[in-house]
């Protein structure tokens, strides 16, 4: 047998064997680039590129801001000033609002006191603590007849707070009409 005739086997069988570099899944499709760009503008508009060579719609990154400001602002005085004045708005701002919340809790804290002078009673029981987790030995027995949807719905309510299980009230009247037969379940309080 000739060595010319065994190299060129060896050169066929070795390109036939060889598998291809290129994967056919993970190549980009086609048919995204030729059909409908919404999904590409979608993808692009989520998934912005990382590259800080442009301005982003949002204004995360401006490469621009220091020439718009200068046209803007010509002055480093003028730009201190600005910024300045407007911390000094803010603050402004926050006191207002500060001033509001102790006028407030000074009200608050008056009818309190005039509600411990008129009855003793319902003050103890405006200030009483509640713990919202806290279950009556009533309601424990009941829990453990209950599914377990019905459970959490009763351990995620909290007293005191409007019940989650009513609806809400509408302009117009439901289509199957008001159910009549409703109850509440009956939950004692401690």
Known sequence: MSSSLIRSTRTRLSLAS???LARSYAAP???VAQGDPKREIIRR???PSNIKNRSTP???WRPDVGRALQRAIPSVQAHETIERAWLLHKRHIRKAREAEAARKFACMKEAMDVLHDVDLRLYMEANRKDDPRAR????MEAMKTMKTSEIRALEARIRGLFPRELRIPTDTPSRTGWKYEWKSKKTSTP
């Open 29 to 31: 499709n086609q048919d």
């Open 136 to 139: 009556t030995r009533e309601e």
């Open 58 to 60: 949002i204004g995360t």
């Open 18 to 20: 060889t598998p291809s």
């Open 45 to 47: 508009v989520l998934y």
